[in-house]
């Protein structure tokens, strides 16, 4: 089984409100990222809130996704990571990791990062443009325990340059993988930029 887990833990202190509510074409950020992932071959899909989990919550409980919320969300990235793998069920493969700021990954995207995972066995996928990492990360959880015991200031990143040998690079033709939300400049751009179809 193929997992998705969606980081939507981050208090959005440079945006200044919660990323994660604002308008994306008739929804949503969060929720334009959830239904892209619905739409995708993943299996199971747990999204992982913290700061803003009264307004969040409420809002996705109508998708059929697990939600937890991660207690330790101020401590960084990584440990909504961390614990997001850790309440994933115990037959899950492989968890691909979404961040909750980027509604324009497709349900194309993602296949392609499975069916790559499925036919090479690599066990560290990850999209690239132009010679540029982006997102989502799909990594096999055979690396639960690596994970566990990451640098926190490094990030989960810090596995790929730990495990070369694994790590498979999946060409694609979209430079959105390298944008996320920070701040409402970045807003204003990438909505325009990556503005869905009506």
Do not use: C
Not at 96 to 103: E, K, M, S, T
Not at 143 to 160: C, F, M, N, P, T
Request: proline letters at 8%; zero cysteines; glycine letters at 8%.
């Amino acid at each position: 089984m193929i997992s998705a887990v969606i980081l939507a833990a981050g208090e959005s202190r440079r945006m200044g409100q919660p990323k994660q509510l604002l308008p994306y074409g008739r929804s949503t950020v969060i929720e334009t990222v959830i239904e892209n992932v619905l739409r995708s071959a993943v299996d199971y899909t747990l999204v992982v809130l913290g700061a803003s989990s009264r307004s969040i919550r409420p809002l996705i409980s109508k998708y059929p996704v697990h939600i937890t919320r991660n207690p330790l969300y101020r401590s960084g990235m990584l440990s909504s990571v961390r614990w997001g793998i850790r309440h994933l069920p115990s037959d899950v493969r492989a968890a691909l990791v979404f961040l909750g700021d980027q509604p324009w990954i497709t349900p194309e995207i993602v296949d392609r990062m499975i069916s790559a995972y499925r036919k090479t066995g690599k066990g560290l996928v990850f999209p690239v443009y132009d010679k540029g990492g982006g997102h989502p990360l799909l990594v096999d959880l055979k690396y639960r325990q690596a994970i566990a015991v990451l640098d926190s200031g490094i990030g989960l990143k810090e596995i790929v340059s730990l495990y070369p040998a694994d790590v498979l690079r999946v060409s694609v033709p979209f430079p959105g993988i390298l944008d996320d939300l920070d701040t409402p400049g970045d807003y204003r751009r990438h909505v325009l930029r990556h503005r869905p179809k009506s």
